[in-house]
Nanobody, 114 residues
Framework: QVQLVESGGGLVQPGGSLRLSCAAS????????MGWFRQSPGKQRELVAV???????SYAESVKGRFTISRDSAKDTVSLQMNSLKPDDTGVYYCRLYGRLSYWGQGTQVTVSS
């Protein structure tokens, strides 16, 4: 089993910044991908950014240039720095560790509103 513990999130005004962090523990398999997904009101859960254990990062087009994902493989943590936030970024953000198995965090709310 793998446990994912998220931190960060909250309420921020448009143009502001937030940082999300996720720590994995347990029987972590490799290779794997670790990243962030979000579910906005009325929409399906979507990929935001992901970092492979091989060191490659990928982003959704909507967040490129604004969000930066980083990963510390030695500590099994992944972080998401979110800048220039927009109201459309509002949603529940989930950490995910996946590969031959898939695990999700409990989710953390991000609200971008004035």
């Amino acid at each position: 089993q793998v446990q994912l513990v998220e931190s960060g999130g909250g309420l921020v005004q448009p143009g502001g910044s937030l940082r999300l962090s996720c720590a994995a523990s347990g029987s972590i398999f490799s290779p794997n991908l670790m990243g962030w997904f979000r579910q906005s009101p009325g929409k399906q859960r979507e990929l935001v950014a992901v970092f492979s254990s091989g060191g490659l990062a990928s982003y959704a087009e909507s967040v490129k240039g604004r969000f930066t994902i980083s990963r510390d493989s030695a500590k099994d943590t992944v972080s998401l720095q979110m800048n220039s936030l927009k109201p459309d970024d509002t949603g529940v953000y989930y950490c995910r560790l996946y590969g031959r198995l898939s695990y999700w965090g409990q989710g953390t709310q991000v609200t971008v509103s004035s």
